[in-house]
């Protein structure tokens, strides 16, 4: 298991955090996520999760990830 923290650009509120968090964490081997709005970042524990389908989530709850 490993856990990668990302860039997240556009996050700016609550809804952000949930947004991004709800859609990140549905990725198949996620077992941990957690965005910060402050830091404007999402750290993402898990197995075989590749910056592609964390890329893909974050850019379906309306932001980008910085890579």
Do not use: P, Q, R
């Not at 709005?37 to 197995?47: I, L, R």
């Amino acid at each position: 298991m490993t856990t990668t923290t990302y860039s997240v650009e556009g996050m700016t509120c609550g809804h952000c955090k949930m947004a991004v968090e709800k859609e990140v964490g549905a990725i198949e081997g996620v077992t941990s996520v957690e965005a910060n709005v402050e830091a404007k970042n999402v750290t993402v524990t898990g197995d075989n999760v590749s910056v592609d389908d964390v890329a893909a989530a974050v850019e379906e709850a309306g932001y980008t990830l910085v890579k």
